[in-house]
Every structure is written in C-alpha cells, then in structure tokens.
C-alpha cells in the first residue's frame, strides 16, 4: 500500500500519532475503526469503492500500512499475520537454483525457513558474518540473489553496517534485507542506508504489549511494492483488522517507549559488566562492542535488548533466568514487560549442531520499561 502524502516536516512522535489516521469520515471518530467485515459492496459489476475483498484489502490495514511506512520513511509498506509471513513473502521471490545469503547470527525461525523449507524449493544458502568484508566475500556467489540481515542481531546483538552491506549486494545483482524488529523506525531506517526491503516482526516493538501477533513489509520500489502485494494476496497470509487495530494502538506510543527501553537497557549493561558472574556483556552501545562504530552511525540509541553470558555454562544460564520475578522467563521480546530467556534452549533450538548455533550460557533479556530499580535488583537475586 503507498503512502499517502503527508507534511514531510512531521516528526516521528507526529508521524506515530497521525499517520494513516485521519479522523473517520462518516462520523468523526478519532480511532480507526475496525471493520470486520470481508467483502464490499460495489456500484457496479467489476466496479467496487476501492475494496472488493477483505484478503486482498482491508481499511484497517491500510491504516497500518500507511502508519508503518510512514516512520520507517518507505514509500510502500505491506502488512502480514505474523513476521515470518512477510520473511517468507519475500523469500517467495526467490527461484530454483538462486542462493541468499545471510548473517550467521541470525534469528532461528529465519534459520529454519531458509535451511529447512526453503531448501526443498530448489533454493540455496551459506552464512557468514556480515559485519567482515572478507567473509561477506567469500560466501557470496554468482547466483546469490538476496543478502538477508539483522541490525542489530538475534540474539548476538551483533550491527551490520547497511550502507556497505547494501552498495555490496547492488555491485553483485542481489537485493538487500534488513530485518528492523531489535531498533524500530524510531532507532534506524534502513532504506535511509540503501536496504531494499525492511521486515519487522511487528509482535514485538511495534506492537508493543504482547497481545498481537504480525509482520510488515517495508520498500522504496514500486516495482517490488507490486510483487510483494500480488504474493500478499495469493498467498494470503494477511493480519486480521483486529489485529491491524492493536498495532496502530501499540505504534502511538512507540517512541516514548523505546526511550525507557534504551535508558533501563543501558543501566542494566552498566550493572552486568561489573559482576563477577558475568563473563561477557554484548549490547551494541559499549565501546568494546567490535561493532560499535557501525552502531554509532547508523541507530539513534542502542535499544532494549541485552545479552550475556555467564560463568558455569548452561546449567548456570538456565538456572539464573529460571530465579527471576519481574523478569519473566518467556521467548518473545519487545513489550513493556522484561522478558528473560535461554537462546540455546529456546528460540534458537533449531539452530543446534549449525553454523549459527548459540553458546549454551547465553541469557538474552528483552529489557522493559519498569521501574529500573526493580530490575537491577532482580537480576542480582537471581545472579546471587
């Protein structure tokens, strides 16, 4: 869906508020509405009021659309039920024999689909870490057709610096994604940096409340705008209008959010670096992070998002994120509420035995925006 013109000297709090969201005609109403409905009437045969079918467009969706290509500054956005919808949305552009690419830290569900489903299409892949020129080089092949990443990682935390990724792909005919979930429109614009597709899983920040499930497609390319709907709607695997009205509620707040995330995540790296149980510390906004500088250029802060590993291994980590009590220990990530989990034993299980294989002391910690008190003392009970 193409965004509508709007003043272009909004800001992002503004654009969060109001974009896409115009007071409803007929009666005033400043919410969205919700229309929960599935077909349209038309004026005519074959002459309908801009809907005809709820799968291939819904007002509240388009609503979404608008708002979310909006602050990710897109002029096309298209929204999906869930964020591996809009990952394997793109991967459809794919054909038999084409090769993609992507960081060896990647998500587990990114993992799996590639590795284990796309693999049986005909489709290829290698990994490599994409923050090493070199190693980018080496796995990159005449067949590639689209260099995958995650700015900041899932769960490694690592940055990608996207303008080179991007200039890269281009030089050698493949397109350039950038999965946005970890720092949101409010903390980094890929397509500002060259990306050509920008992928959230909307559950999680954008949504905000650990109530939705969604994803979202972001482009600058109108030709690829019209791939990405046409496969949107023969496939099928659209967000309901409830669901587009509970992420239009959970964007409106967004940017004060994200704020709080990045003040407790930082004062909680501060805390963490100092312990004696914590071997490493990885969070993107630490000078000794190796690709700090990347981060620096291209994010706004460093996010909610913090992980680490501790002395004792495993049984240590699952011990650890197991004592919490504000902390819930739960996958997922994102929402006001901090989450605690043990990556190797959890959301990255099926990248066991893989290049992409996490450390079994790995504890990531989606940071929420609690009382910041609370959560240091939490931690240290639980590191204790």
């Known amino acids: 869906m193409a965004r509508e013109n709007m003043d272009e000297k909004w800001g992002f709090e503004t654009r969060a508020i109001h974009a896409g969201q115009k007071p409803d005609q007929q009666t005033g109403a400043i919410t969205v509405p919700v229309y929960q409905t599935t077909t349209y009437e038309q004026d005519e045969v074959g002459k309908d009021r801009g809907y005809e079918y709820s799968r291939t467009g819904n007002p509240t969706r388009t609503a979404l659309e608008t708002s979310l290509a909006a602050l990710e500054g897109a002029n096309h956005g298209r929204a999906f039920a869930s964020g591996m919808a809009a990952e394997d949305t793109i991967l459809r552009l794919l054909n038999p024999g084409d090769h993609v690419l992507m960081g060896n830290d990647a998500y587990g569900g990114t993992f799996r689909l590639i590795s284990k489903v796309l693999t049986r299409m005909g489709v290829d892949w290698s990994a490599a870490d994409l923050s090493i020129k070199e190693d980018i080089e080496k796995n990159m092949n005449p067949n590639t057709k689209l260099v995958w990443a995650e700015t900041p990682s899932n769960p490694l935390l690592s940055i990608v610096d996207i303008q080179t990724l991007s200039d890269f792909a281009h030089d050698n005919g493949a397109l350039c994604v950038v999965d946005n979930t970890f720092a949101t429109p409010y903390l980094q614009k890929p397509l500002e940096f060259g990306a050509d597709f920008v992928v959230h899983s909307t559950t999680k920040y954008l949504g905000g409340h650990s109530d939705v499930v969604g994803g979202f497609i972001a482009m600058n390319s109108t030709e690829l705008d019209q791939e990405i709907g046409f496969l949107q709607n023969a496939v099928g695997a659209v967000p309901a209008p409830w669901d587009c009205y509970l992420l239009l509620r959970g964007v409106k707040t967004l940017p004060v959010r994200m704020d709080r995330h990045c003040e407790n995540a930082e004062s909680i790296v501060n805390f963490l670096s100092s312990h004696s149980q914590v071997e490493h510390v990885l969070y993107p906004g630490l ?66 035995g893989s290049p992409l294989e996490v450390d079994n002391s790995l504890i990531r910690l989606s940071v929420g925006i609690e009382t910041v008190e609370d959560l240091l003392l939490d931690l240290d009970n639980a590191l204790a």
């Open 287 to 352: 000078t000794s992070h190796p690709t700090h500088e990347a981060a620096q250029k291209q994010m706004k802060k460093y996010g909610g998002m913090v992980s680490f590993t501790v002395k004792g291994g495993a049984e240590a980590a699952r011990q650890i994120a197991a004592k919490t009590n504000v902390f819930t220990l739960a996958e997922s990530l994102g929402a006001v509420e901090s989450l605690i989990e043990v990556p190797a034993a959890m959301t990255h299980l099926s990248a066991e």
